[in-house]
């Protein structure tokens, strides 16, 4: 599902719709993201008691709603914002003791409660400092068919990715099922980390494994979905779409649960953290974790109903459950505007199934589940710019959106982007020719507004760059620097004052190659409010036009960037005969000497180890030192690479470190 953060009565309503559609597919288990009910990441919101109290408050409202809609019946586990009642306030500890939970709601209430074990504090993590580390392995017990039952294990995003924890705790409980509510952003090449990661965890815990994740964007991160259902022996169940929400259903064979030492009834939690006792197990990671054990009443008039209601049912014998993780379509807050569902099932009739075994003995074999097309490299990452630059425009309120366009090739490919984020009618572009602008700039800005049909205008900006010059008096400069910074402010100033008179985001159109090396203007080519391009490489800004370019020729639509923008040598036309590589090395060797230094972070010692020629790592090294105040004067924009500038990367401005050659 698509949260926006804040929004706790949007949020709900998407979790009781599509708890209803699961339910209506047979549903016993439904699963959400981390923090579903919130919006992740929540950041200073955690620390703000108001909120942290309405977070639970509407868990609890939710939970009594699914009672009263007649879906009492289906287990919903769903992330949401809680706090750890008794814990004296101290230095260190986040104030109010907030937790990254995750509840269970079944008949009408909050069940049982848990919180992440384990706080990420890297790259764009800083869970330290709003989050206290949760200490319960919550194992829920669910009524299937023949009167049996299944445990359910529950934890939380980053206790997959460290070792010991809930998933070493999963075992020893000996829950069949672990199910994992997730908010991980994407970095290019991550799903097949994430995979590997699930198979492995999945084998470790001797359970199946269900990982959630969330979908949109957030400020600068962008959350793929991509959710993953793995058996216990690490075999790929089902896997749902990246970038889109989408309803899985899938069918799992699992062993009856035996026993009932530790079980209690479902009395509510009263939407806080759980904090009965129950079994000690070693966590091994140097703490201990409890298992916290409820077995929850079968409800069967419930599902009967809400079977009923829904398209489809879940066939099958012995101990048999449906499990979905869900989520609604893309477009408007809350549940207006639904996409079309996305619904495979386990049918009879020889379609594509859901079914997925457990692997022990005595049942079915495992078979092909529900899997979405994978999107290759490329695709994925323009997919990630197109989602956060529509979520971004659209959860901030704006309708509309606003660029330069040069004609160049960095704002065409932004322009493109705006177009399929949003639809081209709601992109406006200025086209603002100065005496140092080619023919060939107008003509290929033209070629795009017709290819693509965007609101266009022109302003020719040199009588108003002569005002400022006159202005300014017979000392500035006619040329050199400060004469080329003042053309690109005074488009700057343009783009913001048609921003305020008539409402649109301005949209920058610096790649991460320009901004990395402060080959930006200050005020000027860096003024607006969002950067779809700001994490691209130059190299990556032509391979991805390119790509753009040949999916509409396969479909038998106009590509929609001029070929004449990417082939022609890259300039910002703020003097006579400019082109980049005056000023800059050829990109194809500064990204990759980029790449090492940002991205992997190498000394220059190591970068010259690395292959790269001394004199440039000495050069580029102090351009992109020397450049860090105007990168955190820089808006936002999605982030696609391990590193970004903002989240991920934070060097001191004021610093007299400076890399030495060897």
């Given amino acids: 599902m698509n949260t926006t953060v804040g929004d706790l009565a949007g949020n709900a309503e998407i979790i009781v719709e599509w708890t209803r559609r699961a339910a209506g597919r047979g549903a016993r288990v439904v699963v959400f993201p981390e923090m579903a009910l919130t919006g992740y990441p929540v950041e200073d919101l955690a620390l703000r008691t108001s909120f942290v109290e309405a977070s639970i408050a509407t868990l609890r409202d939710v939970a009594e709603r699914l009672g009263v809609e007649g ?13 750890r009642a008794g814990l004296a306030a101290r230095t260190g500890v986040p104030a109010g003791a907030p937790l990254d939970a995750a509840a269970v709601l079944h008949g009408g209430r909050v069940v049982i409660t848990s919180a992440k074990h384990h706080l990420p504090n890297y790259g764009v993590f800083d869970e330290y400092r709003y989050f206290v580390p949760g200490d319960t392995l919550p194992v ?18 980053e206790d997959l990715w460290q070792d010991g924890g809930p998933v070493a705790v999963c075992r020893q409980a000996g829950a069949p099922l672990l199910v994992v509510p997730n908010a991980s952003p994407y ?6 980390v994430r995979l590997e990661l699930c198979r492995r965890r999945a084998r470790e815990a001797g359970a199946a494994l269900a990982y959630c994740n969330l979908v949109g964007g957030q400020d600068e991160l962008v959350f793929d979905g991509d959710s993953i259902l793995v058996s216990a022996g690490g075999d790929l169940l089902a896997r749902g779409p990246q970038f889109e929400e989408a309803l899985i259903v899938a069918d799992l064979y699992l062993p009856a649960a035996a026993g009932s030492r530790g079980y209690g009834g479902s009395s509510p939690r009263e939407g806080t953290a759980s904090e009965t006792s129950g079994e000690v197990a070693d966590a091994g990671d140097g703490t201990v974790i409890t298992i916290e054990r409820v077995s929850l009443p079968d409800i069967p008039e419930a599902l009967d109903a809400a079977a009923a209601s829904g398209a489809g049912t879940v066939s099958g014998t012995g101990s048999e459950l449906g499990a979905s993780a869900s989520g609604p379509g893309s477009s408007g807050p809350g549940v207006a505007g639904l996409g079309p569902e996305k619904v495979i099932i386990t049918d009879a009739a020889g379609e ?8 022990g003995a005595g049942s079915p074999p495992v078979q092909g589940g529900p899997f979405w097309p994978r999107l290759d490299d490329l695709a994925e990452v323009y997919a990630a710019l197109v989602l956060g630059t529509a979520d971004y425009v659209r959860k901030n309120g704006f309708r509309s959106v606003i660029l330069a366009l040069s004609g160049g090739i960095d704002s065409a490919l932004t322009a493109t982007i705006a177009a399929d984020a949003i639809g081209p009618e709601n992109v406006h572009v200025v086209l603002m020719p100065s005496r140092w602008s080619s023919g060939h700039s107008v003509t290929d800005a033209e070629d795009l507004v017709k290819r693509q049909g965007v609101n266009a205008r022109t302003i020719a900006i040199q009588d108003i760059v002569d005002a400022f010059r006159a202005g300014l008096g017979e000392g500035f400069p006619a040329a050199g620097l400060p004469a080329e910074n003042l053309q690109s402010r005074v488009r700057g100033v343009i783009d913001m004052a048609l921003s305020n008179a008539e409402g649109h985001l301005v949209l920058t159109t610096g790649n991460k ?18 950067g779809p391009i700001k994490d691209v490489l130059k190299t990556l800004v032509w391979d991805l036009s390119r790509w753009r370019n040949e999916q509409a020729e396969r479909t038998g639509a106009t590509p929609p960037i001029p070929p004449n923008s990417i082939t022609k ?4 036309e703020l003097a006579p005969g400019q082109l980049d590589t005056d000023s800059l090395p050829e990109y194809e060797v500064l990204d990759a000497l980029l790449d090492d230094y940002v991205e992997k972070d190498l000394g220059s010692a190591a970068l010259i180890a690395a292959g790269h020629d001394p004199a440039l790592v000495a050069r580029v090294i102090r351009l992109v030192d020397l450049a860090e105040y105007k990168r955190r004067q820089y808006p936002p924009g999605p982030k696609i690479t391990v590193k970004n500038f903002g989240r991920d990367r934070r060097l001191p401005i004021t610093s007299r470190w400076r890399e030495t050659l060897p």
């Fill in 71 to 83: 879906l009492g019946g289906v287990a919903v586990v769903v992330g949401y914002l809680d706090r």
């Fill in 140 to 157: 829920f017990r669910v009524p299937v068919a023949g009167g049996e039952a299944v445990d359910i294990a529950v934890a939380i995003c």
């Fill in 187 to 192: 970095e290019r090449g991550k799903d097949d």
């Fill in 352 to 359: 594509q199934t859901g079914q997925g075994g457990y692997g």
């Fill in 513 to 530: 190659s320009e901004i990395a090396t402060g080959y930006s203007t200050l005020y000027g080519d860096s003024a607006g409010g969002f």
């Fill in 569 to 572: 040598p890259p300039s910002a």
